[in-house]
């Protein structure tokens, strides 16, 4: 079964600070999947990342994946509070359709 | 488009009951997925359909699990024989080939 780990478990941040969340995976992946969750609610979608250097940025979010070092990173720039919430990434494996989630970030924003 | 529509949002069910929840995914997606979540846990995957065919069920998936996807457009999650232990959020998405995985707002089950 597919590994995904994310680290930090926990960040809190102030404000206006930037950092990075890292996933890595533990088998050959071809899509990468990052997700936000505010508490009691469902998943939103951020990015889908299908190839090796790719890169995509929404705002102060920036999400980028090394498919040769199993590694994604979902960059964070100038935090502001709106972007406290749990940030999960999920990877699809090549031999069946479904994905699986990291443990998710625990992100707080302080101000 | 409204998105993935889940009903019913909530449900609390005494232990041994059965329960039946649906999922109507984006219309057109040919691909739909249950997860299962408890609290302060990423996403358990539980099944997988394409179009109407169930393709993949997660270990996860007990005999007290069903699931059903007629016609290739809602689905259903039926528990039968509640266990505490289902107490969970579960999450229903809906996909296009790889692109996006919309979810929808998730049924909490408590099962008490």
């Known amino acids: 079964e597919l590994k995904v780990e994310q680290n930090p478990l926990f960040l809190s941040m102030q404000e206006g600070k930037n950092y990075t969340i890292y996933c890595n995976y533990s088998?050959?992946?071809?899509?990468l999947y990052w997700y936000r969750q505010d508490p009691g609610k469902s998943l939103e979608s951020l990015f889908v990342?299908?190839?090796?250097?790719a890169v995509k940025q929404e705002g102060r979010l920036m999400a980028s994946l090394d498919t040769k070092a199993r590694l994604s990173t979902l960059h964070i720039t100038a935090a502001v509070h709106d972007l406290s919430a749990t940030y999960f990434c999920?990877?699809?494996?090549?031999?069946?359709?479904?994905?699986?989630f990291g443990t998710g970030t625990s992100l707080t924003v302080i101000p | 488009d409204t998105g993935v529509s889940q009903n019913p949002r909530h449900k609390i069910t005494k232990r041994g009951q059965n329960v039946t929840f649906r999922c109507d995914p984006i219309s057109e997606h040919n691909r739909l997925y249950w997860y299962r979540q408890t609290l302060g846990q990423g996403p358990e995957f539980l099944t997988y359909?394409?179009?109407?065919?169930?393709?993949?069920k997660s270990r996860l998936l007990s005999d007290r699990f069903s699931a059903e996807r007629p016609k290739g457009s809602f689905s259903t999650l039926e528990i039968q024989r509640t266990e505490q232990g289902d107490s969970a959020m579960y999450l229903c998405?809906?996909?296009?080939?790889?692109?996006?995985?919309?979810f929808g707002q998730g049924t909490r089950l408590t099962v008490v």
């Open positions: 359909f394409q179009n109407e065919a169930q393709l993949e």
């Open positions: 998405a809906s996909q296009e080939g790889n692109t996006e995985a919309f």
């Open positions: 999920a990877v699809g494996t090549n031999t069946g359709n479904q994905f699986y």
């Open positions: 990342l299908l190839s090796n250097g």
């Open positions: 088998t050959t992946s071809d899509r």
